[in-house]
């Protein structure tokens, strides 16, 4: 049965002391648990659309502004995406079972 491609891809970068076998099953947890996270491969995509957005929407505001009721669908939006990419972080590192520095993860289209 083939899996179909997901609509963007995942990086690990900065991977110093990984073999290119270690990165790949990390760039694999990371994306499996992004997905479950957000509710599946095709909200990938839109969640971090929406994050992206959220972000921008409330970049220039202040500790007031921010803290107000007007902009909690704004703040839900933001907290969703990152504890699904905390999340997906956290699975992809652990078992690794040491230190990886600077590595990250880089979603792309």
């Known amino acids: 049965m083939n899996t179909p491609t997901p609509p963007y891809t995942v990086k690990m970068i900065n991977t110093a ?11 694999l947890r990371f994306r499996m648990a992004l997905e479950a996270g957000v509710g599946g491969r095709d909200h990938v995509l839109p969640a971090l659309q ?4 959220a972000r921008l929407l409330l970049e220039d505001l202040t500790p007031i502004d921010l803290a ?3 902009f909690s669908a704004e703040r839900e939006v933001i907290a969703m995406w990152e504890k699904a990419e905390d999340q997906a972080i956290m699975t992809a590192l652990k078992p690794l079972g040491r230190d990886t520095g600077e590595a990250r993860f880089e979603i792309s289209i």
């Open 17 to 27: 002391g990984l073999s290119a076998d270690e990165r790949r099953a990390a760039e």
């Open 50 to 53: 929406a994050c992206m957005l």
């Open 68 to 70: 107000s009721d007007e």
